[in-house]
C-alpha cells in the first residue's frame, strides 16, 4: 500500500488523501448529527461559521464543507481513473462538491423547518378562541387553564385574566396576549359562531326584504 501511494503523481496523491479523511469524517458526522450524539458540539461550528459569514441559508457550513470534500475526492479519482485530463478534472471535481454541498445544505435546512414546524410558539395562540378548561381567578388572582386551538392542535394551556371577575370552567374566551414565560392572557367572548347583535338585526332586515 505505501509503495503503491508513492508512485502515485502528486494530483492523485491530494485526491486520495482527501478522499479517504473527507470518508471518515463525513461518516462520523453523519451517524453523529442523525443520532443525536455529539452533534450539537458540530453545530456550535456550523453556528460560528454562519455568523461569520452571514449565510442564512447555511450553504457553508461545516458538515456541508466535509460534504464538499468528500465527494471532491472521489469524483476527482474517477475522472483520473477515466482518462480525464487534470483541468477537466479539477472543474469536474470542484462543480461535484460543491453540488453535494447543495444537496447537504437543502436537506439540514427542510430538516429543520421540520422541526420547528413541531415546536409550539405560544405567539400564535393569540386571537384564538377556546374554552375554559380550569376556573381561571379574577385580575390574575390565580391560574386556570384554557383549551385553545394553536398550530393545528388543541391544548390545554395555562392561562391569567385580567378581568374583574372569574372565568369560570365552560366559559368561552380569546387569547388576548401571551406572558414572556408562556402564559395565556385571555378575556371573556362571545362564540364565534354566535352572531352580534347587529348582525342579527342586519339578518332580519335583510330576510325581511326578501319578504317584500
Known amino acids: 500500500m505505501t509503495e503503491w501511494f508513492s508512485n502515485l503523481e502528486f494530483l492523485p ?3 486520495w488523501v482527501v478522499a479517504i479523511i473527507g470518508s471518515v ?3 462520523a458526522v453523519m451517524f ?3 443520532l443525536g450524539g455529539d452533534a450539537d458540539d ?6 460560528d461559521i454562519d455568523s461569520d459569514i452571514g449565510a442564512g441559508f447555511q450553504f457553508i457550513t461545516f458538515k456541508n464543507l466535509v460534504g464538499f470534500f468528500t465527494i471532491f475526492g472521489w469524483s476527482g479519482i474517477a475522472c483520473l481513473n477515466a482518462g480525464y485530463s487534470k483541468p477537466t478534472t479539477i472543474i469536474i471535481s470542484v462543480i461535484s462538491g460543491l453540488l453535494m454541498m447543495l444537496i447537504m445544505a437543502a436537506m439540514f435546512h427542510f430538516i429543520s423547518k421540520l422541526s420547528d414546524s413541531g415546536t409550539l410558539n405560544y405567539k400564535n395562540a393569540i386571537d384564538a378562541v377556546g374554552e375554559v378548561y380550569l376556573t381561571i381567578g379574577a385580575d390574575r388572582s390565580s391560574m386556570g387553564k384554557v383549551s385553545v386551538n394553536v398550530q393545528g392542535t388543541v391544548r390545554e394551556l395555562d392561562a391569567l385574566t385580567d378581568s374583574l371577575t372569574e372565568l369560570k370552567s365552560g366559559t368561552i374566551i380569546k387569547v388576548v396576549d401571551v406572558t414572556s414565560n ?3 392572557i385571555v378575556d371573556q367572548t362571545r362564540k364565534p359562531i354566535e352572531p352580534s347583535v347587529a348582525e342579527r338585526q342586519k339578518l332580519n332586515n335583510g330576510n325581511n326584504n326578501l319578504i317584500e
Open 13 to 15: 496523491k491530494v485526491y
Open 25 to 27: 469524517v463525513f461518516l
Open 32 to 34: 453523529m448529527a442523525f
Open 42 to 47: 458540530l453545530g456550535d461550528i456550523d453556528t
Open 182 to 184: 408562556g402564559i395565556l
